[in-house]
Nanobody
Framework: QVQLVESGGGLVQAGGSLRLSCAVS????????AAWFRQAPGKEREFVAG????????EYADSAKGRFTISRDNAMNTVYLQMSSLREEDTALYYC???????????????????WGQGTQVTVSS
């Protein structure tokens, strides 16, 4: 069984920063791609940022470029999302996802990820 547990969400003022963490545990293979998605009320879940299985490649949604940074600590089996210059439109439930295996590039589609966390709420106020 694989578990992903997100933490670090909260209420922050516009322009502020937050760091989300995703602890990965269980019977996951050594190599896996990881990503952060988000879902606002009434909207579809959307890709925010992703890492390739090696960690050597990252990709970001246009809305996240220059403001968010995805990273991972292999020793701790934890994936991070550092968010800065937050805007009201960043308000959403943020999900961590993992896709086991060696797959070229960064996966950006919801259906490509096998394991998901329960989500952590990020609320940005004006």
């Amino acid at each position: 069984q694989v578990q992903l547990v997100e933490s670090g969400g909260g209420l922050v003022q516009a322009g502020g920063s937050l760091r989300l963490s995703c602890a990965v545990s269980g019977r996951i293979v050594t190599y896996y791609g990881a990503a952060w998605f988000r879902q606002a009320p009434g909207k579809e879940r959307e890709f925010v940022a992703g890492l390739s299985w090696s960690g050597g490649h990252t990709e970001y949604a246009d809305s996240a470029k220059g403001r968010f940074t995805i990273s991972r600590d292999n020793a701790m089996n934890t994936v991070y999302l550092q968010m800065s210059s937050l805007r009201e439109e960043d308000t959403a439930l943020y999900y961590c996802a993992a896709a086991p295996g060696i797959v070229p590039g960064v996966l950006r589609a919801v259906r490509q990820y096998q394991y998901w966390g329960q989500g952590t709420q990020v609320t940005v106020s004006s």
